[in-house]
């Protein structure tokens, strides 16, 4: 284990140990050559948009990988689940959870649909259903379940509450990936799915998303809101939106997903070294995946409990961030914090005790192709060393007075 001093850390004035900063969402990216060839190709062809060649093979690649009859690619995962939404024709209100990244709740808000916001359980981090029951009247249309960071939703309660109370049932599957639940690859549940591309996800189309169904007449209807609600030159039968994907954003997504085995074969690495330079730390704990199912291991989540770490995670997040390590405090307030929802819902938080605790705790920290094992071995060293110099760090940031 590499350990860093204490005085070496740049709360004391000196430099970051880290010369370059860390993030947390640092792209992951495939074969470079291959990409410039495909972008060669779009160049030759002046084909850039407008469901082209790319991006039809994009979307049968997925759809074969999920196994699912339809993949609608978009231009974001954001656009995706209003397109979605829109699709299916939802109204009222919605029930998501607010421990979620804002776009799940921006893309009802932003059709006039409310967003009502059910708790998690904080053992898995994601919709509670018995939350979910108590939230349903007779304006709800629909449920939203977020598999957050690849973990399934008890996709089976809820699919069982949905079929009961004659709801839609669709999965923000964002961070999902690659991932699997019972051996089914998630993308596959419910009425529809929606995976992101976005430059900090798995695999990325620089910006990009996609729906993913077996439903053909939701498929079709998809595809019209994606291109305007034409079909045709000049006929329009819906009201649509653009949401195409540009075919450098489906090259990008083809080599991306031509890499998806080594990225997730790193992540996975970067992971176990996180779990063994973590081990036997008080009071922080890494979020587990499944070893029985297909993992993308795309984040690294930590909780610190202020109860039983020495320093709280604002303090951890403080030092971290000074030595370059920019951990994310993901979802934290919770979306019922942000504008507009906590001007709407001033209230929203007394149904929301577990998100509220699960937010106050959740540090992300950073993976992916660019963090190898010795960067994750010094940043567990820098955490160690922190934790055993609690007294004089938590003095540093002011929180406890200078010892006379
Ligand atoms: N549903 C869920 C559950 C989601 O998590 C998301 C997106 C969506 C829906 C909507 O999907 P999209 O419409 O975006 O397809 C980032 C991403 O922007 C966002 O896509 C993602 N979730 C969320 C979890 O993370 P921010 O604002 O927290 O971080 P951002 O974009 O500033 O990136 C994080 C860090 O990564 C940066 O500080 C620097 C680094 N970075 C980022 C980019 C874009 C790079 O090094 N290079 C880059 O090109 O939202």
Redesign the pocket.
Known sequence: MIKPRVEDFALFGGPPIFREKL?????NSGDRSKFLERLNNILDTRWFTNNGPYVQEFEQRIAHMIGVRHCIAAC????A?EMVIRALDLRGEVIIPSF??I??AHALQWQGITPVFADIDPSTHNLDPASVEQMITPQTSAIIG?H?WGRPCNIEALAEIAARRRLKLLF?A??AFGCSHKGRMMGGFGDVE?F??????IINSF???AAVTNNDVLADNIRLVRNFGFVGFDNVIRLGINGKMTEVSAAMGLTSLEALAGIVEVNRRNYEVYRDGMAGLPGISLMEYDPNERNNYHYIVTEVDPEKAPLNREELLAVLTKENV?G?R?FWPGCHRMAPYGRLYPNAHTGLLQTEHVASQVLALPTGQTITPEIIQIICGIIRCAFENAAEIRRLLGKEPAKV
């Not at 993030?23 to 792209?27: A, F, N, R, S």
């Not at 992101?196 to 996800?201: E, G, M, Q, R, V």
């Open positions: 993030h947390v969402g640092c792209p974001n995962a954001t656009i689940l979620t990244f776009a799940t977020v957050l923000d964002a961070h929606v992101s591309f976005h430059a900090t996800k910006e990009g998303g920019l994310r993901y």
